[in-house]
T-cell receptor
C-alpha cells in the first residue's frame, strides 16, 4: 500500500507546454514537499506546502487538504526542466515519498 | 553559504563489510536527516538527528545506525552489508527539526555492494 501516488509516471512535453504533475495521498499530513531530482542524483526542494498555493518563477504548487491532493504546474516548460519530480508527505514524524514523475521536455 | 556536503561520493564494498558515510550540514542548520534511494523502493526515510539525538527513525533494520556530533555533522553506518543495500544515500539538513521544515539535500553517496 502506497501512502503517496503520483501521476503520470512519465511525461514528455514540447518546449513551451504547460505541465501538470499530480500527487494524491491517503494519510493525514502536516506538510507536503515537492522535490526535483536531476540526473546524477542531486535533489532540490521546490516547495513545502501545508495549504493553498505557492508560486516560484514558472513553478506553481497547489494543495487541497480536503481532497488529499496536490499538483505541481510548470508554465512555459523548458528542456532544463527535464528531471524527476517527487512528491513527499509528512505525517507524524515520518516522511513518505511518491515514486516520482519523470519529465522530459523536448526542444 | 556552502551547501550540504557528503563524503565519500562513491563507494564500493563487498557483502558483510561495514560502511560509514558522512554528512556536513549547512552552517547553522541543526537537524540532519538521512534517506535511501533505490530504483525499486524509491526514496525512503532512514532517520533524523537533532542535538546529537535521534528524533525519528524509518522502517530499517538495526544494521543501519547513525549519530550526530556537537557541530551538527552526522554519520551513518551500515553494518554487515547486503547486496540490497546498494543505493544512493542522501542526507538533508534543516534549521530546526521536524519533517515540516524545508530540507536542503546533499549530492548523495552512491554505494555499491558486490
Amino acid at each position: 500500500k502506497n501512502e503517496v501516488e503520483q501521476s503520470p509516471q512519465n511525461l514528455t512535453a514540447q518546449e513551451g507546454e504547460f505541465i501538470t504533475i499530480n500527487c494524491s495521498y491517503s494519510v493525514g499530513i502536516s506538510a507536503l514537499h515537492w522535490l526535483q531530482q536531476h540526473p546524477g542524483g542531486g535533489i532540490v526542494s521546490l516547495f513545502m506546502l501545508s495549504s493553498g498555493k505557492k508560486k516560484h518563477g514558472r513553478l506553481i504548487a497547489t494543495i487541497n487538504i480536503q481532497e488529499k491532493h496536490s499538483s505541481l504546474h510548470i508554465t512555459a516548460s523548458h528542456p532544463r526542466d527535464s528531471a524527476v519530480y517527487i512528491c513527499a508527505v509528512v505525517t507524524g514524524n515520518q516522511f513518505y515519498f511518491g515514486t516520482g514523475t519523470s519529465l522530459t521536455v523536448i526542444p | 553559504k556552502a551547501g550540504v556536503t557528503q563524503t565519500p561520493r562513491y563507494l564500493i564494498k563487498t557483502r558483510g563489510q561495514q560502511v560509514t558515510l558522512s554528512c556536513s550540514p549547512i552552517s547553522g542548520h541543526r537537524s540532519v536527516s538521512w534517506y535511501q534511494q533505490t530504483p525499486g523502493q524509491g526514496l525512503q526515510f532512514l532517520f533524523e538527528y537533532f542535538s546529537e539525538t535521534q528524533r525519528n527513525k524509518g522502517n530499517f533494520p538495526g544494521r543501519f545506525s547513525g549519530r550526530q556530533f556537537s557541530n551538527s555533522r552526522s554519520e551513518m553506518n551500515v553494518s554487515t552489508l547486503e547486496l540490497g543495500d546498494s543505493a544512493l544515500y542522501l542526507c538533508a539538513s534543516s534549521l530546526d527539526p521536524g519533517q515540516g521544515q524545508i530540507q536542503y539535500f546533499g549530492p548523495g553517496t552512491r554505494l555499491l555492494v558486490l
